[in-house]
T-cell receptor, first 111, second 113 residues
Framework: EAQVTQNPRYLITVTGKKLTVTCSQNMNHEYMSWYRQDPGLGLRQIYYSMNVEVTDKGDVPEGYKVSRKEKRNFPLILESPSPNQTSLYFC??????????FGDGTRLSIL | KQEVTQIPAALSVPEGENLVLNCSFTDSAIYNLQWFRQDPGKGLTSLLLIQSSQREQTSGRLNASLDKSSGRSTLYIAASQPGDSATYLCAGTSMDSSYKLIFGSGTRLLVRP
């Protein structure tokens, strides 16, 4: 089954404790990205990757890092999480000019 | 800079009614426009993608149109069912950033049995 898989689905952690949210897709898509969804602000892009070893900032990249060492994986790294990064996070993937496919989301709570 | 707006924010209709959801965008140089559905606690499910060269796309009871000159897209749902209850999001991409989706704030649809 074609899918985008995120882990974990839920995480409660504390300020400053490094964490990684993994994203994997099995559709051989070149493009992958991360979004966060916040009440009243909607969905905003954090980072994106056009292909392996090619990443770039989206609209809200501060406090996040990403890497694209393999085509199928695009982890989101929070080196020193803060409470304002409490949010619902989505990973997406697609081919050029094709529909973007989204994962089920990761709900992060940072205390 | 592309901005996407969806009106109304919420809509409640009786089962069986045909309905239209509206989406407007500010930059007519839109690359494509995609409609999604989001169920509570779930991710986004892609419904329809309209390329900039197209005017509409259809899938089952859904029909989406794109009018670049007026900066509008509509999602038409025929014969609505309670299972259609969800939040519907439209998102556009621009010619200079064809992979970045700019989302509207969504329309929360409730179809009453």
């Amino acid at each position: 089954e074609a899918q985008v898989t995120q882990n974990p689905r839920y995480l409660i952690t504390v300020t400053g404790k490094k964490l990684t949210v993994t994203c994997s897709q099995n559709m051989n898509h070149e493009y992958m990205s991360w979004y966060r969804q916040d009440p009243g602000l909607g969905l905003r892009q954090i980072y994106y990757s056009m292909n392996v070893e090619v990443t770039d900032k989206g609209d809200v990249p501060e406090g996040y890092k990403v890497s694209r060492k393999e085509k199928r994986n695009f982890p989101l790294i929070l080196e020193s999480p803060s409470p304002n990064q409490t949010s619902l996070y989505f990973c997406a993937s697609s081919r050029s000019n094709q529909p973007q496919h989204f994962g089920d989301g990761t709900r992060l709570s940072i205390l | 800079k592309q901005e996407v707006t969806q009106i109304p924010a919420a809509l409640s209709v009786p089962e069986g009614e045909n309905l239209v959801l509206n989406c407007s965008f500010t930059d007519s140089a839109i690359y494509n426009l995609q409609w999604f559905r989001q169920d509570p606690g779930k991710g986004l499910t892609s419904l329809l993608l309209i390329q900039s060269s197209q005017r509409e796309q259809t899938s089952g009871r859904l029909n989406a149109s794109l009018d670049k000159s007026s900066g509008r897209s509509t999602l038409y749902i025929a014969a609505s069912q309670p299972g259609d209850s969800a939040t519907y999001l439209c998102a556009g991409t621009s010619m200079d950033s064809s992979y970045k989706l700019i989302f509207g704030s969504g329309t929360r649809l409730l179809v009453r049995p």
